[in-house]
Nanobody, 127 residues
Framework: QVQLVESGGGLVQAGGSLRLSCAAS????????????VGWFRQAPGKEREFVAA????????YYADSVKGRFTISRDNTKNTVYLQMNSLKPEDTAVYYC????????????????WGQGTQVTVSP
């Protein structure tokens, strides 16, 4: 019903910035996406997928992992069915595959709360 596609990843030097996008498409994307919270997760090689940030369906509230607080900003534009993750002051430890996901309920911090997932986009931060 809903497909999520991430974009905007790439290679950047430490201290640089990237903006990731998560676009929803599909027959029910307009009806569903605007009612779902959206989260960003990341997974580095050999590590578990971890929470990065989340935003409520209205965009009125956002949540961040301590490791990215003050550097990353999540936002959404429901008219475009798109969620963004602005990443500033990037560090080598931010290197990972970044995934967006949509949730209809539950804790934003846990992968089990999310129904729809994208395929991921690679972010690599060089020293």
């Amino acid at each position: 019903q809903v497909q999520l596609v991430e974009s905007g990843g790439g290679l950047v030097q430490a201290g640089g910035s990237l903006r990731l996008s998560c676009a929803a498409s599909g027959r029910a994307s307009g009806r569903i996406f605007s009612r779902y919270a959206v989260g960003w997760f990341r997974q580095a090689p050999g590590k578990e997928r971890e929470f990065v940030a989340a935003i409520t369906w209205s965009g009125g509230n956002s949540y961040y992992a301590d490791s990215v607080k003050g550097r990353f900003t999540i936002s959404r534009d429901n008219t475009k069915n798109t969620v963004y993750l602005q990443m500033n002051s990037l560090k080598p430890e931010d290197t990972a595959v970044y995934y967006c996901a949509a949730s209809s309920g539950g804790s934003y911090y846990y992968t089990a709360s999310y129904t729809y997932w994208g395929q991921g986009t690679q972010v690599t931060v060089s020293p």
